[in-house]
C-alpha cells in the first residue's frame, strides 16, 4: 500500500511539474477588440471559406492561428464598440491587454499619455515593412512620426447605388456603370433628374455622422484642414462654412434626404436595401451586408453598385476611419512579449485580404495590388478610396473635435443655428477643450 | 388611539441591561456585512470621487495634477453645457416625474379591484418595466421616428394630419422622451401604490361612507393619508431616477437634436470617458450627489412632518 501511494505521489509530482513546464513554454496573448462575439457560429470553425463578416472573419482568422501556433495561443476579450470603455478600465487597472483594436483617430491620446508601446522599431524586427503601407493608411498609425499602430484596414465613407434607379433617370452609361457627378452643379442636375424619374432621393444620409464625414470629404476636397500649423483644431474656416452650405443646400433642394439621429439612420440603410432611394452615403462596412441580402433574394435592391465619394470640388478627399491593432502594454513593456504581439499583428495583416471581404479598404500595396484583392465584388468600382482617403489630424483631440462639431453641424442642419454660428460654436467649444487640456 | 413611544433619554442608551447589550450586539452583528460593503463600495468611492475632482485626472489614470477647486470654478463659472444639462434635467424630471407618480397611482386605483382576472391586467401594465432600455428605446425610436416611417405618424397622416418631428425638433424632444419613460416605468409605481392601497383597512372606507363620505372625500382624507409612505418613497425615487437618467435618451436622441437632451449624467459621461476629463466628470458628480441628497433630505423632511400626530 504504501508503495502505491509513493508511485501515486511521483505520478502526479511528475505531471504537475510537467505541465508547468509546458505552461511555461507556451506564451498566451490576451486581444481585446470589438467587432462583436461570434463564438457560437464560429469558435470551432478554422476554414475562411464563404466567411464574409467582420465578426466571423476575425474570430476564425484567431483560431487558424491558435491551431497552427500552440506555442502562442491568443485569448480574445470582446468589448463593446468602439472598445476604449474596457481598455480604459484595463489601463486603468494596471492589466492591459497585449493586443487592442482601436480607431486610428484616437492613438494619439493613449500615445501622449505613454500608454501605448512604440512599434516602429519592433514593426520592422517582425518584417512588417512600413513603406508597404499607402500614404493615406499609414497615417493613421503614426503619433509624432513613431507607429503605435499597425493599420488593418480604411473604413470609408462611399456611395452605395442602386443602378436600376439610376438607369430609370438616364445616368447610366453603356458600359452599365453609373455617371457619377462631377461638380457641385453636376451633383444637383443627377439628383433633379433621379428624383424626377423615380420620386426618390438620390443619396440618404446614414445617420448623422454620414452628414459629418461628408462635410468634413467636402473640406478637404475645397483645399481647407481640420487643424493649424500649431496642431489646433479649425472648424470655422471659409473652407467649412463652404462645405457646410453645400450640404444644407443639397438637403433644402430636397435632393438629398435629411439625416436622421443614428438609429434612423439605420431606417436609412433598410430604405436602400428596400429599393426606397437611389443611394447610400454610408460606409464600405455595408457592402458585404447588402451583397448576402441581394444573393439571398431578402430585398427590392437587385443592380448594386459601390462608387467612391463624390468628387466635387479641386481636390481628392474622402474621410475614412481605419482599425488598427496596437499594444497597450506602455513605454516599458518585456520586449519578447511586446515582439510576440507584434508577430501576431503581422500575421493578421498578412492575411488582411480576407478581411477586404467585408468591404473595406486595405492599407498595403501588396495586398491592393494582389489578384485575390483585385477579383472581390466591386473593387473596381471605387478603386480610387485608398488614395483619397484622409484621416483626422493626428492629434489629442481627435475625439472631442468629431463629438463636438456632429452636434454643432446638427443644429445647423435642423435649423437651430445658422451655419456661421454653429461652426463659430464648434470653434469656441473646440477652443475650449484645448485651453482646459493645458 | 395612537400610542407615542415613551421618550428615551441618552443616559437610559447607556443603562442597557446585559440582555439588552446582547441584543444590540446581535443587531449590529446582522448589519455589519451590509455596513462594511456600504463602506467600501459606496462611501469609499464618494470620497475617492471628490477626491478626483480636486485634480486634472485622465480617464486611465494617466497626467494626475492637483489643482483645488478649479474643476468647480470652471463648472460654476462658466460652463454653459453644465447649466443647460443641468436644465434639460430638471425638465425632464419636472415633465416625467408628475406623470410616473399620477398614473400610477391612477393605475394602480383602477386595478385595486377584487374582479376575477384582475392579476392579467396588473401584469400587463407592470410588463414594459422588464424590458431593457435598448429595447424600449429602439421600439420607440421607430414609434417616433420622423416623417411617416413613425407608427405614430401614419396614424397622424391617415386622419390628414401633418407628421411631427418627435425627436429632431428641440421642442417635442423631451416630452416624447419623457413619454416614453412612463410607459416604460410607470409599472413599478403602479405596483408600490397597490401595495398601498391594499394596506389600508377596508373599515376606514365604510365608517366614512356611513358618515356620508363621497368618492372624493373617501380619496382625499383616507386614501391619500394612507398612501403617504408610498408616495415619499416613490416621489424620492423618481426624483433620483429622473436626475440620473442618461440611458433611455442615449438610445433615443443621444442627446440631441444638437444637444437639446443632453442630460447632467450624459455630459459626465462626456467629459470623462470622451474628452479623459475625469477629473471634470467626477466635479460634476460631486455637484449631483449633493444635489440629490440634499433634495431627498427636504423631501423626507417635508413628508415626515406630522408623522405620529
Known amino acids: 500500500m504504501r508503495r502505491l501511494i509513493l508511485a501515486l505521489g511521483i505520478l502526479v509530482l511528475a505531471l504537475s511539474l510537467g505541465t508547468t513546464a509546458l505552461a511555461q513554454d507556451a506564451m498566451t496573448l490576451t486581444v481585446l477588440r470589438f467587432f462583436g462575439d461570434c463564438v457560437d457560429d464560429f469558435g470551432d470553425v478554422t476554414d475562411l471559406s464563404g466567411i464574409t463578416s467582420e465578426c466571423g472573419i476575425i474570430t476564425v482568422l484567431t483560431n487558424i492561428w491558435n491551431e497552427e501556433h500552440p506555442d502562442m495561443q491568443v485569448e480574445t476579450i470582446v468589448a463593446d464598440w468602439p472598445g476604449t470603455t474596457q481598455l480604459n478600465a484595463a489601463i486603468a487597472a494596471g492589466t492591459p491587454p497585449d493586443i487592442a483594436v482601436l480607431h486610428g483617430r484616437r492613438i494619439p491620446i493613449y500615445a501622449s499619455r505613454g500608454a501605448l508601446t512604440p512599434l516602429t522599431d519592433v514593426m520592422e524586427a517582425v518584417g512588417i515593412d512600413a513603406s508597404d503601407f499607402t500614404e493615406g493608411a499609414a497615417d493613421y498609425g503614426l503619433y509624432q512620426g513613431e507607429f503605435y499602430g499597425v493599420p488593418f484596414d480604411l473604413a470609408a465613407t462611399i456611395w452605395h447605388i442602386n443602378l436600376d434607379l439610376w438607369a430609370e433617370a438616364g445616368l447610366v452609361d453603356d458600359m452599365g456603370a453609373p455617371m457619377l457627378p462631377t461638380s457641385p452643379e453636376d451633383f444637383i442636375s443627377a439628383a433633379e433628374k433621379v428624383h424626377a424619374a423615380t420620386g426618390k432621393p438620390i443619396a440618404e444620409m446614414a445617420g448623422q455622422a454620414a452628414t459629418v464625414r461628408s462635410l468634413t470629404a467636402y473640406i478637404y476636397q475645397l483645399g481647407g484642414a481640420l487643424a493649424d500649423d500649431a496642431g489646433n483644431p479649425t472648424i470655422d474656416t471659409p473652407e467649412a462654412l463652404e462645405a457646410l452650405n453645400f450640404v444644407l443646400q443639397l438637403q433644402d433642394l430636397g435632393v438629398v434626404s435629411r439625416p436622421y439621429n443614428e438609429i434612423n439612420g439605420a431606417i436609412a440603410v433598410e430604405n436602400f436595401a428596400n429599393g426606397e432611394s437611389a443611394g447610400l452615403i454610408d460606409g464600405t462596412w455595408r457592402i458585404n451586408g447588402f451583397d448576402r441580402q441581394i444573393a439571398e433574394g431578402e430585398v427590392a435592391l437587385k443592380n448594386y453598385y459601390v462608387a467612391d465619394f463624390p468628387q466635387l470640388f479641386d481636390n481628392p478627399g474622402t474621410f475614412a476611419g481605419s482599425h488598427n491593432w496596437l499594444v497597450p502594454l506602455g513605454q516599458n513593456a518585456d520586449p519578447a512579449r511586446v515582439q510576440a504581439a507584434v508577430s501576431f499583428i503581422k500575421w493578421l495583416s498578412d492575411n488582411s485580404v480576407v478581411w477586404a471581404r467585408v468591404g473595406h479598404g486595405m492599407t498595403r500595396s501588396s495586398v491592393i495590388n494582389s489578384e485575390e484583392f483585385q477579383n472581390l465584388p466591386h473593387r473596381a468600382e471605387y478603386a480610387s478610396m485608398s488614395q483619397n482617403v484622409r484621416s483626422v489630424p493626428r492629434e489629442v483631440w481627435g475625439n472631442a473635435f468629431w463629438a463636438i462639431v456632429h452636434e454643432e453641424v446638427e443644429a445647423a442642419v435642423l435649423a437651430i443655428k445658422t451655419p456661421e454660428v454653429a461652426l463659430a460654436d464648434a470653434q469656441a467649444r473646440l477652443d475650449d477643450f484645448i485651453l482646459f487640456q493645458s | ?309
Not at chain 2, 15 to 42: C, D, H, K, T, W
Not at chain 2, 72 to 82: A, N, S, T
Not at chain 2, 94 to 114: D, E, F, K, S, Y
Not at chain 2, 202 to 211: C, E, N
Request: glycine share 10%; no cysteine; net charge positive.
Open chain 2, 1 to 309: 388611539m395612537s400610542v407615542r413611544p415613551k421618550a428615551v433619554s441618552k443616559d437610559a442608551i447607556f443603562r442597557l441591561s446585559r440582555i439588552e447589550r446582547q441584543e444590540a450586539l446581535v443587531g449590529v452583528a446582522f448589519i455589519l456585512p451590509f455596513l462594511i460593503l456600504y463602506v467600501i463600495f459606496n462611501f469609499l468611492p464618494i470620497l475617492q470621487g471628490f477626491w478626483i475632482s480636486l485634480h486634472n485626472w485622465d480617464v486611465i489614470g494617466t497626467n494626475v495634477r492637483f489643482v483645488g477647486f478649479r474643476n468647480y470654478e470652471i463648472l460654476f463659472g462658466k460652463d454653459k453645457l453644465f447649466w443647460s444639462s443641468l436644465e434639460h434635467t430638471l425638465f425632464f424630471a419636472l415633465l416625467a416625474g408628475p406623470g410616473l407618480i399620477v398614473t400610477g397611482l391612477a393605475l394602480a386605483l383602477m386595478l385595486n379591484q377584487r374582479v376575477r382576472g384582475i392579476g392579467i391586467f396588473r401584469t400587463i401594465f407592470y410588463m414594459p418595466n422588464i424590458l431593457s432600455v435598448t429595447v424600449v428605446g429602439l421600439v420607440f425610436a421607430r414609434v417616433f421616428a420622423p416623417g411617416e416611417r413613425g407608427f405614430v405618424n401614419a396614424v397622424l397622416s391617415s386622419i390628414g394630419l401633418e407628421p411631427i418631428p418627435w425627436f429632431l425638433d428641440e421642442a417635442n424632444a423631451m416630452p416624447t422622451i419623457a413619454i416614453t419613460k412612463v410607459w416604460w416605468s410607470v409599472g413599478f409605481n403602479m405596483l408600490i401604490f397597490l401595495a398601498g392601497l391594499q394596506e389600508i383597512s377596508q373599515s376606514l372606507y365604510d365608517a366614512a361612507k356611513v358618515d356620508g363620505g363621497g368618492r372624493w372625500t373617501l380619496f382625499r382624507h383616507i386614501t391619500l393619508p394612507g398612501l403617504r409612505r408610498p408616495m415619499l418613497f416613490v416621489i424620492v425615487l423618481q426624483l433620483i431616477a429622473s436626475v440620473q437618467v442618461f440611458p433611455l435618451i442615449d438610445v433615443l436622441t443621444g442627446g440631441g437634436p444638437a444637444g437639446s437632451t443632453r442630460p447632467l449624467v450624459m455630459y459626465l459621461f462626456e467629459r470623462s470617458f470622451d474628452y479623459w476629463q475625469l477629473g471634470y466628470g467626477s466635479a460634476i458628480a460631486f455637484v449631483m450627489f449633493v444635489f440629490l441628497f440634499s433634495i431627498s433630505i427636504i423631501q423626507l423632511w417635508f413628508f415626515s412632518r406630522g408623522e405620529g400626530d
